[in-house]
């Protein structure tokens, strides 16, 4: 059984289907990739898995670590050990990023991390995102670039250490050297701690950086096509529209 | 000096919002004559009315003053609890505490007396430093705007006054404390602060009542003047507790030549809450922050009039603040900047910030500009917001329930100007409150959530 199961899932959004029948399998320790043109429905089944009030499951399942989740509040579906890098991170003015953090590390806890616990896991995060300590104390995504956000999000990411994490298209806007930091970021991850990850993305270029197990094409809200690494190349090689084509004329 | 013309229509004839302006009550008058024309304005005026047009309407005429006494604070009464319960256990320079109608408590650091420093209440200034006590009383304080500025003037007891003479610097905050324990008082709260030449201090005013039912009343005047150099750091906790109190006071602050003040009311409620705050910069290269924080909740009415004052230049300015409401709560505020003619090279901004956290609770918000110089800048911003559910959803992800994410929002709004208290006791005490009413106004905001 896979940590995270989910099933046969619908999602709407203002009266519209955007998943139309979603099933998909991930444990810690693996990598996926979720590929899929603008539309597909990607963002929908990040912000879904997170429990996003604004999408309404109408059928399925997500199952975590045995327990369905289905309609759980999105804070414990966090606490359970589920994480979503988002797309475009929103700022929290007045709250500094390591303040943000001792917090969310505290709603994971019965007792507060100790001071001295916290500044050795900040130590060790900020360095494997390359940023420097004053980075910390600035408030969470006020002003931050595009590359600043994400490296906060995998800030995040490395200290709340999820079983599984869904990586919603952080690659986006970012050049090829913040790019390469959080790629590394991502994987040094699940080498050290098992994470498993589900990367979302509408380009091939991260994938570079963390090589995937497995890979999932999404289409007009259904899985496609899977396979391994090799359907990246196919993919980067051939373009949406011809396994568009092929898939289409399939069914 | 070419005087320049005032466009017609920025004047606001159909307001009752004006900036003092000008020379106050005092002026010669000793205190007596004051008392005694101050009672003919209270015998033959209304209880006030503030209506700003098309906005709202602040309205103190459901007080009943008649029932209302200036009775002193039982006898041996000492240090009121909820002093003790609210105030922070932390160094002073000195603290005067004022129960209903009379001081029950004056201390002051005795290295700081020898240096002169005078804290005790105005009655024991008028008595033991006269020349100086009507030298600067109601120098610029109105005595005759309405009932109960004129009740104030013609009725006050006890008192605070605070001299920190020419060049003393003193690190720890005077504390002033105001505080009404039971309902059926009328407290006319009299404040009267000079800071000599090149002096340095910080000082701290408490408002406080017990939670009790009925109705009370603190009429306020409160009047600092800085001399030259001077720098002052003025902060006000107010809290007037769950009952019925009405807060009808007028505070105005003068800044000399060179001077410093960094002033910051942080009102965080009472029944019907009505201030007028000025902020004055009167002399050369006066200068001055005044920031300022609300909070209100359940049927709470605040009305603040903050302005922003300059008289001469070069002289600058910088007006920020931000409030909050709950339940069915109303906010109001109106921050006035007035560049008076030859306040030439006077540069300030107002922004004022609100955040509205309940489908019936209201904040208006409105800032106007008065200015008759040609050389200066003055401008003026503002937001009104609701709480942002794409950030309370990112926090929820993160693991922190509702509850605590929408806490962190609050908390994160109101922080820039929290921090800038720069003192540790103080800034928690403002941050406790702020969470108690976030923690009490909780289904509120969630009911807000869900209907949107």
Known sequence: MADLEI??????IEEREILKGVDLDISRGEVHALMGPNGSGKSTLANTLLGHPSYEITEGTIVFKGEDITEAEPHERAKAGLFLAFQYPVSIPGVSVANFLRMAINAKRDEPIQVKEFRNQLQHAIELLDVDRAFTSRHLNDGFSGGEKKRAEILQMAMLAPDVAILDETDSGLDIDALRTVAEGVQKLHEEQGLGALIITHYQRILHYIKPQFVHILMDGRIVLQGGVELVERLEREGYDQIRQEVGARA | MPEVQVKPGRHREASLYHALAGAGAGNGRTLDQLREAALKTYETSELPVWRRSGFWTTSLQSLDLEALSTQPA???AGIPDIVTRTLPDRPHAGRIVQSAGEVVHVELD?????????????????????????????????????KLEAANAAF????????????????????????????????????????????EFKLHEYDLAEDFSGQALHAGAFELYLQDGARCRLAQVQDWGAGEVYDASTRFVGVGRDAYCHWLPALLGGHLVRQHLELAV??????????????TEEHEHLDVFAVDLHETGPSGGDVHWRGAA????????EGLIQIDPGAQQTHTYLQIHSMMLSPKARVD?????????????ASHGGTVGELDEAAIFYMQSRGLDRPSAVRVI?????????????????????REKIAGKLAAARHDIEAYATSR
């Open chain 2, 156 to 199: 006050w007891t006890g008192g605070a006054f605070l001299h920190v003479p020419k060049g003393v610097v003193v690190e720890d905050p005077f504390e002033i404390v105001y505080t009404i324990e039971s309902p059926g008082v009328a407290q006319y709260a009299r404040t009267l602060v000079v800071g000599g030449e090149s002096s």
């Open chain 2, 410 to 430: 609050v908390e994160g709004f109101f922080e820039p100007l929290i921090a800038e208290l720069a003192d540790e006791p103080l800034e928690e005490i403002v």
């Open chain 2, 74 to 76: 039982a006898a041996g």
């Open chain 2, 365 to 377: 918000a409105i800032p106007s500009v008065l200015v008759s110089a040609d050389d200066v800048s």
């Open chain 1, 7 to 12: 099933r046969d899932l619908h999602v709407r």
């Open chain 2, 326 to 333: 709950t339940g069915e709560s109303r906010a109001s505020f």
């Open chain 2, 282 to 295: 009167s002399e050369p290269g006066g200068d001055m922050a005044f920031r300022g924080l609300f909070f």
């Open chain 2, 110 to 146: 005795s290295e700081l007396a020898e240096r002169g420093v005078i804290l005790c209440s105005l009655q024991e200034a008028f008595q033991d430093h006269r020349e100086l006590a009507e030298r600067w009383y109601s120098k610029r304080l109105t005595i005759d705007r309405n």
